[in-house]
């Protein structure tokens, strides 16, 4: 940076500040050290910007992740009148592709085409790459098809689009296309081809390119045989993942991070938390934000919040607390575990609170019950200037159901209808249930009607509304409905309808949707659905039919239905039958004394001393 200060105060010193060809490499250099301004006041000096000044200052927003400002950049230079060229066009598209931004990657291309670019294989493969990164491969196959002179380039930017969007099918078939013709792969190709193998669902694929990695000498190479790792513990091919790391002559913070995430995302927790103590034996003392993020994955129970609260220590340590990942992960694992409190410390700790942060937080409130500090932190969150994402929404709505909050759920309604985003079945689903049960059934039903996709999910958050409000007569409608278009009705949602038969003591309600379950639906009842009927029938008073009931039972009768039987038993002043209910659940519940004092209220109402 001192050496770049010095030219340019010579260029200062004799004038050559406003000559263009001089200032374009001063500007590069600035954009290199990281000083932008420095390089802004370079090029304001100049009297006549050309077309390679502009490319300069263009390049270096783009390296620094400013694809927005690049694009601006371009608008600027199209003001000006001044000509873009090949080098503009492969950096705007470049732009484009990085902020996933389509529009202008087709006008930069159409613009391309009108400046005679269409045959430059360096511009055809950016724009290739920028179809590729917005998800638009149809455009990307087509001119892929089209290039005449594809080179290593050309197949490493389709192939890559294929396989960064999950594509792993046409990936690899890319890649063996590649082979075909004689083309040998780069290291970002092998990268890429490994990665597509862990969507096909096959290890075959795997093992090829692991053999042909072998052949071309680079199982020395730690990034390449990390991806391996990668792609075997990803393909569930846990012990070669395993062989592959023991053969390698060292291991390095890479290769331990591929290993202990793929342990995690296989569920074998204990066996990453394994590697994870040895790493820390070994020569990698310093793990990386990817080893925490594959440590925290297996620390994500109850059973591990030792190990969760030994990984904190050493993220704090490291100085990867504020890391805005590795933070809201951490939040998330403390959530898991059913650590509210440690969660919010984390949360609090956090200099700079991302949308992720924000969200993990929220949601965490929300599983949890703690609905009023879900709703203070959503409040606080956009007073902060950070708009909620999906997700958030979602968990806040719930909030707002669980909890009857009618107007603070419509204002979410309408801010996320003002976000322009469509509404798919799990937002809809979701208002459907907030609605409901704050017990506004006209605009739960409206929102279901104006859903554009319903499943299973969606017509149950309104039956089960329907029948928390003991509307039986439009719980039958929908049941209709679903069957005339084509959906089934699923146990769960005779839970609801059973337990609204029996607090609004609707006995011959009860047993016919209880029939019908077998007899229409071809649903076997469940232990929740047997305790509704016996609860049902005790209710009314049938006690000896709820007690035949529990007879039939699938599975032996909990302490919730015998307590409940119990209850009854109480009402109705049936001694014989308290009695055996109580000597039911009694061994099963120590610990519990409610049936206990049931039993003895029955004994003093039938005037008998307690036994």
């Known amino acids: 940076m001192g050496y770049v200060r010095k030219v340019r105060t010579l260029m200062l010193k004799h004038g050559f500040h406003t000559i263009s060809s001089l200032g374009d490499h001063i500007i590069r250099l600035f954009a290199a050290c990281g000083s932008l301004e420095e390089a802004y006041e370079a090029f304001s000096s100049i009297v006549k910007p050309s077309v390679f000044t502009w490319n300069s200052l263009i390049s270096a927003h783009l390296k620094l992740g400013e694809g927005h400002v690049a694009l601006k950049l371009y608008e600027r230079i199209r003001e000006e009148g001044i000509n873009p060229d090949r080098v503009t066009f492969i950096s705007v598209c470049n732009a484009c592709g990085s902020i996933g931004s389509i529009v202008n990657g087709m006008t930069a291309h159409h613009q391309a085409i009108q400046n005679s670019f269409e045959s430059d294989t360096v511009l055809g493969n950016a724009i290739i790459d920028m179809y590729a990164k917005c998800g638009c491969f149809d455009e990307a196959w087509k001119l892929f098809e089209l290039t005449v002179k594809a080179d290593i380039i050309t197949w490493t930017v389709i192939i890559s689009g294929y396989s960064s ?24 190709i092998l990268l890429c081809a490994l990665r597509a193998c862990s969507y096909v669902g096959s290890i075959y694929p795997g093992y090829l390119i692991h053999e042909e990695i072998l052949e071309y000498g680079l199982e020395l190479d730690a990034i390449i045989m990390s991806s391996v790792i990668d792609m075997y513990a990803k393909s569930g091919s846990l012990s070669e993942a395993q062989k592959v790391f023991s053969d390698l002559r060292s291991n390095d913070v890479v290769s331990w991070g591929a290993l202990i995430d793929g342990y995690a995302q296989n569920g074998q927790g204990h066996a990453a938390l394994k590697s994870y103590i040895n790493m820390l034996h070994g020569d990698v003392t310093s793990p990386n934000e990817v080893v925490f993020l594959g440590v925290l994955k297996a620390c994500g129970n109850k059973n591990a919040i030792k190990a969760l609260r030994l990984v904190h220590f050493h993220i704090i340590q490291i100085g990867c607390e504020q890391n805005m990942i590795t933070g809201s992960t951490l939040i998330d694992t403390y959530i898991k575990c059913d650590e509210v409190e440690d969660a919010c410390h984390v949360f609090e700790c956090l200099t700079n609170k991302d949308v992720v942060a924000w969200g993990a937080m929220i949601t965490g409130y929300a599983l949890h019950g703690h609905d009023v ?10 007073q902060e200037g950070t708009e909620p994402n999906g997700i958030t929404i979602l968990y806040i709505l719930k909030s707002c159901g669980a909890t009857g909050s009618i107007e603070q759920g419509r204002l979410v309604h309408h801010q996320f209808a003002s976000t322009g985003l469509p509404m798919d079945v799990v937002v809809g689903s979701t208002l459907v249930e907030m609605y409901a049960n704050c017990g506004s059934l006209d605009e739960a039903r409206n929102i279901f009607d104006y859903m554009p996709n319903k499943n299973i999910v969606s017509w149950g958050a309104l039956i089960a509304g329907y029948a928390l409000y003991g509307n039986l007569d439009q719980v039958q409608c929908c049941l209709d409905e679903m069957q005339q278009h084509g959906d089934k009705p699923v146990d769960a949602m005779f839970t609801s309808i059973l337990a609204a038969c029996s607090h609004s003591g609707q006995l011959n309600k009860g047993c016919e949707h209880f029939r ?12 929740e659905h047997f305790n509704c009927m016996v609860d049902i029938f005790a209710r009314r008073g049938h006690l000896n039919e709820a007690e035949d009931l529990l007879q039939t039972m699938p599975t032996p009768p909990d302490p919730i239905v015998w307590t409940s039987l119990l209850n009854s038993s109480k009402v109705y002043g049936s001694v014989t039958l308290g009695r055996h209910c109580f000597n039911e659940v009694f061994p099963m519940d120590l610990e519990d004394a409610s049936s206990y004092t049931l039993m003895s209220d029955i004994y003093l109402a039938s005037g008998m001393h307690e036994r």
Not at 374 to 382: D, I, K, N, P, S
Not at 516 to 527: F, G, N, Q, R, V
């Open 165 to 188: 969007h999950g594509h792993g099918d046409h990936a690899l078939k890319l890649f063996t296309r590649m082979h075909e013709k004689g083309i040998i792969p780069n290291k970002a």
């Open 373 to 382: 500090n879900a709703f203070e932190l959503f409040r606080r969150m956009q």
């Open 516 to 527: 019908a379950m077998l007899e229409t639906y071809d649903i076997m009842p469940k232990a």
